[in-house]
């Protein structure tokens, strides 16, 4: 399943890994604060160990700058209109995110362990001050017409960032209610889910310190697969909905 959800060249990592991750950017840079759900799958190009996101769904006031910019500048694909909960009391963690009237997300958490000590090496072992790096990887295009009119998908081509974190707060959640769903529009429940690793909330920064073009990429093969976390239905012209 998951090799045939990532784009080439991206390889599947060793152990097949998803992770499902909610966030409130309390205090970016570049916009007001937002909400904003990632679904991603562990990959490596010629080697190198990354994270591609799937897709992205952002919501609150933020979010439209966020998306923009996210979009134009480093090709990830987010949407807008997403709404989320976040919700700590005590050890209990809850999340849910809606968009469009569909439950995508609903997580419930209990803080103190791991589902599985793997993730603490997943996740690279964070702690309070403890700094980690990592990498995303995105596919970005543009669409233009040739001399005839006709619009087609043009640039395509394979991206990396290279990011670090700095962690401030790190406490290991087990996992007790997972659901992720698919919609019309996004389909996140695409990837059965075997076993749950674990969780853990977290506060830190993230800084991204390098945008590379890794190598240019077959449109007729890439468009099909990332087009849903671009694009919603209606932009086919299924409209219509209630």
């Known amino acids: 399943m998951i090799r045939e959800l990532l784009p080439e060249p991206l390889e599947p990592f060793a152990v097949p890994v998803v992770t499902l991750s909610a966030c409130h950017i309390k205090d ?9 759900t990632i679904l ?3 990959c490596t190009y010629k080697g190198q160990l990354g994270m591609y996101p799937i897709s992205l769904l952002l919501g609150g006031q933020g979010a439209e700058m966020a998306t923009q910019l996210g979009r134009d500048n480093s090709a990830i694909p987010k949407k807008l209109d997403a709404e989320f909960v ?19 997300v609903k997580v419930e958490m209990e803080l103190g ?6 993730t603490h090496v997943l996740f690279q072992a964070p702690a309070p001050g403890k700094k980690t790096a ?6 970005h295009f543009d669409r233009l017409p040739d001399e005839n009119g006709v619009w087609r998908f043009t640039n395509t081509c394979l991206i990396r960032n290279i990011v670090n974190y700095t962690y401030d707060a790190w406490t290991p959640g087990y996992i007790t209610k997972l659901e992720i769903n698919s919609s019309k529009d996004d389909p996140w429940g695409c ?7 674990g969780g853990a909330y977290a ?15 077959d449109a007729e093969k890439l468009m099909p697969k990332i087009l849903p976390a671009w694009y919603d239905k209606t932009t086919f012209m299924e409209t219509g909905r209630k």
């Open 28 to 36: 970016p840079t570049f916009a007001d604060n937002y909400y904003e």
């Open 40 to 42: 991603g799958i562990y």
């Open 86 to 104: 976040i919700r700590k009391n005590g050890a209990k963690v809850e999340v849910g995110v809606v968009r469009r009237g569909a439950q995508i």
């Open 113 to 118: 362990g791991y589902n599985h000590p793997l």
């Open 134 to 139: 990592g990498s995303g990887y995105y596919f």
């Open 191 to 197: 990837i059965p889910v075997e076993t749950i690793v």
């Open 203 to 217: 506060e830190n920064n993230l800084l991204i310190t390098a945008l590379q073009k890794l190598e240019d990429v």
